[in-house]
């Protein structure tokens, strides 16, 4: 193909984010809830461990699970192991057997995501989630399929589909059919996540929340939840109290800390489109899983650039996209997603988040990763 940078602007597909006033007002929130469930002097106890005789988890980790399915207006939530992947994989083998058929997007399947769909031997069914029409139109004609799954985060550049009016399109047609929805990436960011907006379940990963490794959370209907967890009887898959707790205290502060990093996103794209950095054809912000500055340069040396700026301080890979380690800038390759759908960005492209820095930082080290190889 011809490489034509301008050729390629993605502002449509961004997903609209809370301002930093908003995410003060979700942590307010939050911690009003959490009054309602916890004493004080429950909520400053670490919390107990393993499989209790009332509840068969630990009771502060089963507080928490209250705490979280209240803040989303859900029947019921639960704590899982494996993160936003453990998440997703325990609903939907909750909810289908192998053989069963879901309905899916017509775009590159995250990774661990297309996984999961192989190890439960589920049949899926893609239809453009952009096209209401055809959207309507599929869940009426295969009535086959129970289960409608949905990537809130965009899975493609040119995605641009508008998840409340996707979900509310699905029911008003096909109100029996089930929808769970990923919300990695989207949770404590956005206006609203997949349960709020009529779907089923929504889940999402405690990690990318500023919480501890590992911590998948789902919340929804009570009849699923319950039977997942009924069936997590082992001690050791438990989210043991302390965990909670600290996913709890973490998830106060991620509303307000993800609202300035977005400012910084937005004022990082606002700059590279003005010309600070030589060398920048073009950047456009994208939900490339976490909002980003994709960045295509001039020239085909993006792997140079990623390599230099781990010199001057960039971390170059994550952690957990938006964990509690990342701190310094990111500047690493475009998702694996977007390289399927755009293959030129490999040479061409990176992907930028500023994370807990400022974008006057990111220039800074931009403009000698990128000098150093003009």
Do not use: W
């Not at 929130?29 to 919390?47: A, D, I």
């Not at 297309?114 to 031997?121: E, S």
């Not at 699905?170 to 960011?189: E, L, Q, S």
């Not at 909002?291 to 230099?308: F, G």
């Amino acid at each position: 193909m011809i490489y034509n940078p301008s050729s390629l602007k993605y502002a449509s597909s961004v997903l609209p984010v809370l301002t930093v006033e908003e995410a003060k007002q979700l942590q307010f929130k939050l911690t009003n809830h959490m009054s309602k469930v916890f004493t004080g002097q429950q909520f400053l106890s670490l919390g107990d461990l393993g499989v209790t005789p009332n509840c068969k988890r630990p009771e502060q980790t089963k507080r928490v699970e209250q705490v979280i399915a209240n803040f989303f207006r859900a029947e019921k939530s639960a704590l899982v192991r494996g993160a936003g992947t453990g998440a997703i994989r325990t609903i939907l083998s909750t909810l289908l057997k192998t053989g069963d058929s879901m309905f899916i997007h017509t775009a590159p399947v995250y990774t661990t995501t297309k996984d999961t769909i192989r190890l439960l031997g589920i049949q899926t069914k893609a239809v453009d989630y952009n096209d209401l029409d055809a959207v309507r139109e599929a869940v009426i004609a295969d009535l086959t399929n129970k289960l409608f799954y949905i990537q809130h985060a965009r899975q493609q550049p040119t995605d641009t589909y508008n998840l409340k009016e996707l979900i509310q399109n699905v029911k008003r047609v096909r109100p029996d059919i089930t929808i769970v929805v990923d919300d990695n990436y989207c949770a404590m960011k956005t206006a609203g996540i997949g349960i709020e907006f009529g779907a089923d379940y929504s889940t999402f990963s405690g990690f990318k929340l500023l919480g501890p490794e590992g911590i998948g959370v789902i919340v929804g209907k009570k009849e699923a939840i319950t039977i997942l967890q009924e069936r997590n009887y082992s001690g050791g898959g438990q989210v043991q109290g302390y965990e909670a707790m600290e996913l709890l205290r973490m998830m106060t502060f991620a509303p307000v800390s993800l609202a300035i990093q977005n400012e910084q996103v937005e004022e990082l794209c606002k700059q590279l489109n003005e010309g600070t950095v030589k060398g920048v054809a073009s950047a456009y912000m994208t939900n490339a899983q976490s909002k980003n500055v994709i960045v295509e340069l001039d020239s085909p040396i993006a792997l140079e650039v990623i390599q230099r700026s781990n010199a001057l301080g960039a971390a170059t890979h994550p952690v957990g996209a938006e964990s509690k380690y990342e701190i310094l800038p990111m500047i690493y390759r475009v998702s694996g997603g977007f390289l399927e759908a755009q293959p030129y960005l490999k040479q061409y492209g990176l992907r930028i988040n500023p994370m807990k820095s400022s974008a006057a930082t990111v220039v800074q080290i931009l403009n000698q990763a990128i000098g150093s190889n003009n």
